[in-house]
């Protein structure tokens, strides 16, 4: 296991378009989470997956985004009708609901996404 | 979740200890502190946590005071790859605390 996958690396889209980022957890790993990072501020929680179920979602997340973790294994977050202020840092964490206290999260490298 | 107060940056001489601390005190006592290091361009990265005694691994050690309303994590001897923003945790135990709450952190720089 390579540790939490990513894609893309990197997006650059225009404004009003929709884009949709795709996380793969540690395979054993029950727990997926997003976060979103602007520059010079640190990771703010977005929502979070215990298996197939997303049991929290913060008031960051408005109408436009989506996440999905439909077999409890990767996720993907989307986001419509896209907006300057989208621009940011995704990043996807996962961990062990057995574990996590002990060992923390994996994150991933993120999705840069850039709003034109 | 408690709230942290960090210093916004450090400086720290290569091959010195670098000694960054946290200030917690609104804590409780079922939360953990966890410290998590952020290089540029990757995601955070789990270095250590701790509840009330003090913990070391290969990466760092956490000292946490005994009232546990602060904590510093200590890099032993610091090299140019701890460069980094470090941020102190704090999380609770109980189910529907899962979430990690990142506030902004201390950039640490670590100079040749």
């Given at each position: 296991d390579t540790g939490v996958s990513q894609n893309p690396r990197h997006k650059i889209t225009k404004?009003?378009?929709?884009?949709?980022?795709?996380?793969?957890?540690?395979?054993?790993?029950?727990?997926l989470?997003?976060?979103?990072?602007?520059?010079g501020q640190g990771p703010e929680f977005l929502t979070y997956f215990q298996n197939e179920a997303q049991l929290e979602k913060s008031r960051l997340l408005s109408d436009r985004f989506s996440a999905e973790r439909p077999k409890g294994s990767f996720s993907t977050l989307e986001?419509?009708?896209?907006?300057?202020?989208?621009?940011?840092?995704?990043?996807?964490?996962s961990s062990s609901?057995?574990?996590?206290?002990f060992y923390g999260y994996t994150f991933g490298s993120g999705t840069r996404l850039t709003v034109v | 979740d408690a709230k942290t107060t960090q210093p916004p940056s450090m400086d720290c001489a290569e091959g010195r200890a670098?000694?960054?601390?946290?200030?917690?005190?609104t804590i409780s006592g079922n939360e953990y502190v966890y410290w998590y290091r952020q290089i540029h361009s990757q995601g955070p990265q789990y270095i250590i946590h701790g509840l009330k005694n003090n913990e070391t691994n290969e990466m760092?050690?956490?000292?946490?005071?005994?009232?546990?309303?602060?904590?510093?994590?200590?890099?032993?001897?610091?090299t140019l790859r701890d460069t980094a923003v470090y941020y102190c945790i704090v999380r609770g135990s109980n189910f529907g605390n899962e979430k990690l709450?990142?506030?902004?952190?201390?950039?640490?720089?670590?100079?040749?």
């Open positions: 404004r009003g378009q929709n884009v949709t980022f795709r996380c793969d957890p540690i395979s054993e790993h029950n727990r989470y997003w976060y979103r990072q602007t520059l986001i419509q009708r896209t907006e300057q202020g989208d621009s940011a840092m995704y990043l996807c964490a609901s057995l574990t996590d206290l | 670098a000694n960054l601390p946290c200030n917690h005190s760092a050690s956490l000292i946490i005071t005994e009232d546990r309303k602060s904590s510093t994590l200590i890099l032993p001897h610091a709450t990142f506030g902004t952190g201390t950039r640490l720089t670590i100079i040749p």
